[in-house]
């Protein structure tokens, strides 16, 4: 069993910036693509970035050119920059990490409004 601890959401003012970071309880982590989602009330839950274990990413294009996610294999953690935050950008973020099993973290709230 996988364990990903998420932090680092909160109140964020337009054009503002947030990082968040997903801790994972096992190594496993090293060898796993790991994915940030989010989700707004109402809506399904969306992919906003990726990262495989040899560090290839991908994004959304609502968020390409503003989030940048990155990892730190030593501390089995990933990252999601978000900068020039738009009031759309407001959802639950979670992490997620793939393997023979997808694992899911708590979610953390991210609320962009002035």
């Known amino acids: 069993q996988v364990q990903l601890v998420e932090s680092g959401g909160g109140l964020a003012q337009p054009g503002g910036s947030l990082r968040l970071s997903c801790t994972a309880s096992?190594?496993?982590?090293?060898?796993?693509?790991m994915a940030w989602y989010r989700q707004a009330p109402g809506n399904q839950r969306d992919l906003v970035a990726t990262i495989t274990a040899g560090g290839s990413t991908s994004y959304a294009d609502s968020v390409k050119g503003r989030f940048a996610i990155s990892r730190d294999n030593a501390k089995n953690t990933v990252y999601l920059q978000m900068n020039r935050l738009k009031p759309e950008d407001t959802a639950v973020y979670y992490c997620?990490?793939?393997?023979?099993?997808?694992?899911w973290g708590q979610g953390t709230q991210v609320t962009v409004s002035s």
């Open positions: 096992s190594a496993i982590f090293k060898i796993s693509t």
């Open positions: 997620n990490l793939r393997g023979y099993v997808n694992y």
